[in-house]
């Protein structure tokens, strides 16, 4: 099953909860603080963080008809701490409907405007595991990060893959001020990703790694994927490892 990432991110000084800015976004349609569901019309997971973040809420039309989702597990830090409040319902998303506004509303209790950040993983239903002969491979980056935005990048490998087809089973990426990262594979509509990290000792979710969250995406040899990433700050060196079956 496919899945993809999307975002929000805004400073602001609200004490209540209020409308955080969507993310501008080349693989789905955004209007102002409006993520329009796509044809991945299932909400996966969820994370919100923020230095003063007290409350976070994920909200659309669909889910008001039952109740919108009170976020309380919640990253209080700039960056996801180790491990995250990641919010993990790949097993049994929550339906959404497609096209319709998907929007992350936070609170913050700081002596002025703050950042809060929220993320959301879209699919088109529950995600299986898969299993096969994996291997972890290092990529890294050398590009600047525009802060609070996405910034796309080309991997390097540190070795060199033989010939042939793969999947990516699992992914961890790591920045100075990152907050997450997602795969650009020519292939696919789709950007699924993962929670970064600033430190090689932070602790990430399990369901990232080693198949737990399906196939991320295929690739050959000659044309592998590319990243977006999305930090605190303008960072100059990125690290992801990926975990790959070879398939062909």
């Known amino acids: 099953m496919p899945f993809t990432l999307v975002g929000w991110s805004e400073s602001q000084d609200s004490a209540v909860l209020v409308n955080v800015a969507a993310l501008a976004d080349p693989h789905v349609r955004i209007v102002g603080d409006d993520v329009v569901v796509p044809a991945l019309a299932n909400l ?15 909200l659309s039309p669909s889910l008001r008809t039952l109740l919108n989702i009170d976020v309380r597990a919640l990253d209080r830090n700039a960056e996801p701490l180790s491990p995250p409040n990641l919010q993990d319902l790949f097993g049994n998303p929550v339906p959404l409907v497609a096209s319709e506004s998907l929007n992350a509303q936070a609170a913050e209790d700081g002596a002025g405007a703050q950042i809060s950040n929220a993320l959301a993983w879209l699919s088109d239903g529950p995600i299986a595991p898969v299993t096969g002969v994996m291997r972890t491979v290092r990529t890294t980056c050398a590009i600047t990060l525009t802060a609070y935005a996405w910034s796309n990048g080309a991997l390097t490998f540190d070795q060199t893959l033989p010939a042939g087809r793969y999947q990516i089973v699992g992914m961890r990426a790591e920045s100075t001020g990152l907050i997450a990262a997602r795969l650009v594979t020519p292939a696919s509509p789709w950007r699924p990703g993962v929670i970064g990290f600033d430190a090689e000792s932070d602790v990430e979710p399990d369901r990232f790694r080693y198949g737990r969250c399906g196939v991320f995406s295929e690739f050959d040899h000659d044309a592998p994927p590319t990243v977006d990433f999305l930090s605190v700050s303008a ?14």
Not at 235 to 248: F, Y
């Open 44 to 58: 996966a997971a969820y994370y919100m963080n923020g230095v003063n973040i007290t409350q976070g809420r994920i």
């Open 235 to 248: 960072d100059t060196a990125e690290t992801v490892h990926l975990d790959l079956i070879k398939i062909a």
